[in-house]
């Protein structure tokens, strides 16, 4: 009975209890739900489906396969650790939030058809941007609506697309949705939407801005399952409509290569991060592009162990704001001494990501790497090792090296709070444990039929070559003063492009369009006055409307939606 | 701070250590390398310790491309404000 249930609904029903339940109980109650969910997978199979009839419509609400079980444990496994890295938050909008936003990523995965997805990929918007606003910052509240507007864009292409595609084939299938070429040019309108969809969620270059402008403002524990859900809900969604596209494997080099140099000279270490974040979603886009079943593997394993080593780093990093009030790398250093565990924590999620041998980073990022190069792809394996350098330049050293090494910044604070240390080590045992033994992972990823084996004499030989020696260039670059200092500031990123020229452009057009712009508006607020006076004469407590409020009310809702399911049902035609 | 507990990291020679430490595990690694056999997907990849050198090489042009880049990058912490 529990599997006909749709993953993930637990969760979002589940987070209605949260209010309703004593204060001390909400984070409790947050962390019980993700093993609740859990534990509904485990009973799951794959080839389990359910369908429900919508009008015209086949809803497949619940589709089991290997690919979405993996991401299903992998959204669980984070989930849980996050709530419980978030169990002294005594604020009830951030657990319900949460609760609501990661139940709605694993309705996604588990969605079978384009409408239930989209319907979970909104969700996923609208939840998501509470644990930017609950830092209750002006700067939160200005990039959560930025982040907002363009999530929500993400879904109306999706809708878009769903609607075109829909009408030219009939289907409204999640499968795949790229044509065997592998070329984009050749895909259908409707194709073209979704994949532009995916690709605003995933971070593609200039589309990522949301990225690094909206994860450094949001809460300490929101930021933590912000880096967990909502670009790996879009790598599934690639990985399961685009695998074998081509444009994807260009793409992927160029979203591993840029964020390495902005992460150089970024002061804000969770910017750092946001950063990374897009650096290491590029593998796994490569991986897609590739689309053999060694490098969808190497992607949805990277994917498994990035979510684990880049929720571990924004804890760290989460902790350090949390205690000192900052994650500022001018402000920040010498804290491994007030700090040891959080540190410790630090560099083993640093080792995972920059893919030191025996951390999770090494046994998954080197399939994409090493399909590329059995497939004598030169220059992309050339970037991705460019990029591999710039991993550990970025996240394996500069994190860890400026909040806790450097010069002694003087800051002396107690070391996190013990659900925190909990979290972070718990994670940590997880990125050396897959390190080690990769097996387990190994054996839930969806293709079966290939092997792997990530521990022999050159794989480590190479690996520990590369990133010691740019170790060595690092402690070369300080000890000749050549590496740049960290420095207070900005730098400009394609957000400048709406953040400043766009209303610059419309200010200058407005100045010499003699007030065309002007007029338009205050014509605009003056008939949607009118239409609110009209209204509130209508339905307001003294209105017509008010005699018959309550039936009154919901037939004009029933007429609302019953329209909206006409046109729905003409496009579909 | 005077009565803080002295840190290892907080003598220079110390540091000194690392340092050293790291340029010896560098030499070990290259000549690991000439002993090791491994098979080479390109030419180029079969040259003595080609990953040494080219991750140190790439680490270094990234941060010094990184330094030259914020000369155009770089504005005040209120630009957008």
Known sequence: MIEAFPPGLVLILGSLIIPLVHKRLQPMVAVALPVVGFAQLLLMAPGVSHQLVLFDYELTVVRVDRLSLVFGYIFYLAAFLSAFYALHVKDSVQHVAAMIYVGSAVGAVFAGDLITLFVYWEITAISSVFLIWSSRTEAAYRSGLRYLVIQVGSGVLLLAGVIVHAANTASIDFGKLIGDD????????????????????????????????????????????????????????????????????????????????????????????????????????????????????????????????????????????????????????????????????????????????????FVTKSMVISEVEHLHLTWIFLGLLVASAGVMEHSGIKIPFFAFFAHDSGIRVKEAPWNM?????????????????????????????????????????????????????????????????EKR?????????????????????????GGVLEHLYASASKQLDRAYRLIYHLHGPKGVFARTWTTGAIAFWAVLGLLGFLLLYFWGR | ????????????????????GLVIVCVILGVADLLAHRHAYFSWEGLPNFYGFFGFAAFWCIVIAGKKLRRFLWRPEDYYD
């Open chain 2, 1 to 20: 701070m005077s009565d803080e507990k002295k840190h290892w990291l907080d003598e220079r020679r110390n540091v000194d250590r690392i340092y050293w």
């Open chain 1, 421 to 485: 240390l909990v979290a972070m080590v718990a994670g940590a045992f997880l990125c050396v444990a897959i390190g080690l033994y990769p097996a387990p992972l190994y054996d839930i990823l969806p293709f079966q039929d290939v092997d792997y084996e990530p521990y022999t004499v050159a794989h480590v030989l190479t690996s520990l070559q590369l990133l010691i020696f740019a170790i060595l260039a690092f402690a070369v670059l300080m000890r000749t003063g050549i590496y740049p200092p």
């Open chain 1, 182 to 361: 592998g070329l984009l040019s050749t895909a259908s309108p409707g194709v073209v939407l979704i994949f532009l969809a995916f690709g605003v969620k995933s971070a593609f270059p200039f589309l990522h801005n949301w990225l690094q402008d909206a994860y450094p403002d949001g809460t300490v524990t929101g930021t933590v399952f912000l880096s967990a859900f909502t670009t790996k809900l879009a790598i599934y969604a690639l990985a399961r409509g685009f695998p074998g596209t081509e444009i994807l494997v260009p793409m992927g080099v160029v979203m591993t290569l840029f964020p390495v140099f902005y992460a150089v000279i970024e002061n804000d270490l969770r910017k750092v991060l946001a950063y990374s974040l897009n650096n290491q979603l590029g593998y796994m886009v490569v991986g897609i592009g590739i689309g053999t079943a060694l490098s969808l593997n190497g992607t949805t394993s990277h994917a498994f162990a990035h979510i684990l080593y880049k929720a571990l780093l924004f804890m760290t990093m989460g902790a350090v704001l949390y205690r000192t009030g900052t994650t500022k790398a001018t402000e920040l250093g010498g804290l491994y001494k007030s700090m040891p565990i959080t540190t410790t924590c630090c560099i083993i999620a640093a080792a995972s990501i920059s893919g030191f041998p025996f951390f999770s980073g």
């Open chain 1, 489 to 513: 500031g900005v730098n400009l990123d394609f957000d400048w492009t709406y953040r400043k020229a766009l209303p610059a452009l419309i200010g200058w057009i407005s100045a010499r369009g």
